[in-house]
């Protein structure tokens, strides 16, 4: 079992709709979370932090934290054709923040005009 | 921008070569972090320099080296290059859990 799993996708949405975007983990002691976003040919954008269970919504972005389920997820509302990229769903390694990240594959997502 | 800044942007090497990869991390930050990324793959940690000491490895061999300098800029080495170890690498920067990445260096081994 991987320690951070994603569907590679694509995900394919038409303009305007709501993109979901699922990660499950396997370390139950993992304390930190993170959505990252990927350009092709470029590097990771951090989008997205959470830490506590329910939902942080930040604009267009809201992310959701289930520790009981090990399971994290990015949802995307009115998405645009500019959203199209690989987003990396992160875990911090162990229960001490330390900044040691274990990255899920990135899921790709279209936003079809 | 994050204000981490990598060189090269890209490289490339033959097999059983040596390469350094530099990276200067983000004013403020007090920690800096390689990780590989393979085409298709998320990004693997390598290693993390706290203070200029090595502070956790990941699953990489001892040919895969580091530095980190007291101004908080830092170097990856690695010897020995294999095909395999033709990927994106990149540096982050951080001051607590949050880590900011640099544009990355793309390595390519023949």
């Known amino acids: 079992q991987k320690e951070v799993e994603q569907n590679s996708g694509p995900l394919s949405v038409p303009e305007g709709a709501i993109a979901s975007l699922n990660c499950t983990y396997s370390d139950r002691g993992s304390q930190s979370f993170f959505w990252y976003r990927q350009y092709s040919g470029k590097s990771p954008e951090l989008i997205m932090s959470?830490?506590?269970?329910g939902d942080k919504e930040d604009g267009r972005f809201t992310a959701q934290l289930n520790k009981a389920s090990q399971y994290v997820s990015l949802l995307i509302r009115d998405s645009q054709p500019s959203d199209s990229a690989t987003y990396l769903c992160?875990?911090?390694?162990?229960?001490?923040?330390?900044?040691?990240?274990?990255f899920g594959q990135g899921t790709t997502l279209q936003v079809k005009p | 921008e994050t204000g981490v800044t990598q060189s090269p942007t890209h490289l490339i090497k033959t097999r059983g070569q040596q390469v350094t990869l530099r990276c200067s991390s983000q004013s403020g930050h007090n920690t800096v972090s390689w990780y590989q990324q393979a085409l298709g793959q998320g990004p693997q940690f390598i290693f993390q320099?706290?203070?200029?000491?090595?502070?956790g490895r990941g699953n990489f061999p001892p040919r895969f080296s580091g530095l980190q300098f007291p101004n908080y800029s830092s170097e990856l080495n690695v010897n020995a290059l294999e095909l395999d170890d033709s990927a994106l690498y990149l540096c982050?920067?951080?001051?607590?859990?949050?880590?900011?990445f640099g544009p990355g260096t793309r390595l390519t081994v023949l």
């Open positions: 959470i830490y506590s269970n």
């Open positions: 992160a875990v911090n390694r162990g229960s001490s923040n330390t900044g040691k990240l274990i």
């Open positions: 320099y706290y203070r200029e000491e090595e502070n």
């Open positions: 982050a920067s951080g001051l607590a859990v949050e880590q900011f």
